[in-house]
């Protein structure tokens, strides 16, 4: 799915998705059972989650949850907390350096707002997360959205519009809090 496009419910490419998402949902479940400190086991894991091994560097603490998996790019040294959620089946990149609190979600899908087209359309967009950003703990990340560098999406914000480098968003729906 490229940005802002349209996947009709029931095609070829809707049924490989749907295959993919049972995949990723066992891989996943068999993951977040494993003991914390099985390092082997979660790796392996996460090979086949990923479709290549973790960077070296990165960190995700389970609960992990990803509805596809291999549309996540993870630089070197980020830092996922508990029970995140990446619904990346649009591809979400995640930059160097870049922490994510617990219970943060990423979501590349949807469905259209008009009540004609929702059934039978997904639709979806890309997720951008530049270097040394911080996502809070509960937040949001809606299809299409690009943070910039250095940026801070508050605790339990909901993000869908772009956020600008060097700045602090919040809120319900969130918007520009400062900037420096």
Request: hydrophobic fraction near 45%; glycine fraction near 8%.
């Amino acid at each position: 799915m490229s940005r802002d496009r349209l996947m009709q419910i029931h095609s070829p490419e809707f049924q490989a998705m749907s295959e993919r998402v049972l995949r990723a949902t066992e891989l996943t479940s068999r993951l977040n059972v494993l003991p914390f400190d099985d390092a082997a086991g979660k790796a392996a894991l996460f090979e086949q989650i990923l479709g290549r091994p973790l960077p070296e560097r990165v960190t995700i603490y389970p609960p992990f949850f990803t509805d596809h998996g291999l549309n996540l790019e993870l630089d070197e040294r980020v830092f996922i907390n508990q029970n995140c959620t990446f619904l990346d089946y649009a591809g979400i990149r995640i930059g160097e350096r870049t922490m994510i609190g617990p219970k943060a979600t990423f979501i590349t899908v949807g469905h259209p707002v008009d009540p004609q087209e929702r059934r039978g359309w997904l639709s979806g967009a890309p997720i951008t997360v530049a270097e040394n950003v911080w996502i809070g703990a509960g937040a949001t990340i809606l299809p299409g959205v690009s943070i910039g560098r250095d940026a801070v999406v508050a605790a339990g914000a909901v993000v869908a519009d772009d956020v600008p480098p060097a700045s602090l968003v919040t809120g319900g729906k969130a918007t520009v809090h400062r900037q420096w």
